[in-house]
C-alpha cells in the first residue's frame, strides 16, 4: 500500500494540471495555461528526489513510472536517466534484494527494454527482457500480468530483429495469458494475436498476402490499418491524447478485421 506522504506527492502532481490551481499558485515558469504531460513529468521528477528520500521503495518506482511515460514522448535521456537512478536507489538502500520488490526490478527491467527497443538496440533489449523474466518466474505467485508484458515485447523485439519464428513461442504465451486477464476483444488480446499472425508470416510484407483470399479488398484496409497507426503516433508525439486514443480505437478495429477467425 502507498504511504501517506507518497499519496499527498500524487495529490500534490495531480492538482498541478487542474486549470484554476494552475494559474493561482505555478509551480513553473508560466502561469498562462495548464501544463502539458511533459511539465507535470518535469515538475514530479524534480520533487521525487527530495520529498520521498526516505521511502526509496516509493521513490524508485515512482521514477520507473515517470521514465516509461518520458519514453512514450520520445524523451529518451530523460527515460534512461531516470530509470537507471530508480535501479541505484534500490540498490544503495538495499531493498533491491528484497523478494517483494524483485517484480518492480523486473518491471524496470521490461521499461528498460522498452527504451533500447525504441533506440534500436535489439540485443541489448533482448537482454533486459530476459533478465526480467527470469525474476518474475522465481516470484511465487507468478505475476501473469508483468509476465505477459515481457513475453509480448520480446515477441516484438524478435520481429524487429528479423527472428519471426523464434517470437512465435513469446507471442503464444502472451495471448495465452491474457486471454485468461482480459476479454476476447480487448486490447490485449488483440495485440497479442495480431503478434501471433506475424510469428506465423515470414515477414510483415506477407501479412497482407495470407489474408488476401479470406477478406475483400484487405489490401486497402492494410493501407488503412498503418496509416492508422502512424496518425495515432503523430498525435501521441504531438500530445494529443485524445485524438492518439481515437486512433487507436481505430487500428484496433482493423486489427479485427484482417486477423483470422
Not at 95 to 118: I, K, M, P, S
Not at 131 to 156: M, Y
Not at 169 to 185: G, M, P, S, T, Y
Amino acid at each position: 500500500a502507498l504511504s501517506r506522504q507518497s499519496l499527498e506527492f500524487l495529490e500534490s502532481i495531480i492538482q498541478a494540471a487542474e486549470p484554476v490551481s494552475w494559474v493561482l499558485g505555478s509551480s513553473l515558469s508560466s502561469v498562462k495555461e495548464p501544463p502539458q504531460l511533459r511539465d507535470l513529468l518535469d515538475l514530479a521528477s524534480a520533487r521525487i528526489e527530495s520529498e520521498l528520500s526516505d521511502q526509496p521503495r516509493v521513490q524508485a518506482r515512482l521514477m520507473d513510472i515517470i521514465a516509461n511515460s518520458y519514453r512514450g514522448l520520445g524523451q529518451y535521456s530523460k527515460a534512461r536517466e531516470l530509470l537507471e537512478q530508480a535501479s541505484s536507489v534500490r540498490k544503495n538502500a538495499g531493498v533491491d534484494q528484497d523478494a517483494a520488490v524483485q517484480l518492480e526490478v523486473a518491471r524496470n527491467l521490461l521499461y528498460q527494454g522498452q527504451l533500447l527497443h525504441d533506440l534500436t538496440d535489439i540485443p541489448a533489449a533482448l537482454d533486459r527482457y530476459h533478465q526480467a523474466r527470469e525474476l518474475v518466474i522465481q516470484s511465487n505467485p507468478v505475476e501473469s500480468k508483468l509476465l505477459s508484458d515481457i513475453e509480448f515485447q520480446t515477441g516484438w523485439a524478435l520481429v524487429a530483429a528479423s527472428r519471426n519464428a523464434d517470437s512465435k513461442a513469446h507471442f503464444e504465451k502472451a495471448l495465452a495469458i491474457r486471454q485468461q486477464l482480459f476479454a476476447a476483444d480487448s486490447s490485449a488480446v488483440n495485440s497479442a494475436r495480431m503478434g501471433l499472425l506475424l510469428a506465423e508470416s515470414p515477414g510483415l510484407s506477407q501479412v497482407n498476402l495470407l489474408q488476401l483470399n479470406t477478406t475483400s479488398g484487405n489490401q486497402n484496409e492494410l493501407t488503412q490499418l498503418v496509416t492508422d497507426y502512424i496518425q495515432m503516433l503523430i498525435y501521441r508525439r504531438a500530445e494529443d491524447y485524445e485524438s492518439a486514443v481515437a486512433e487507436y480505437d481505430e487500428v484496433l478495429i482493423g486489427l479485427q478485421q484482417l486477423l483470422p477467425e
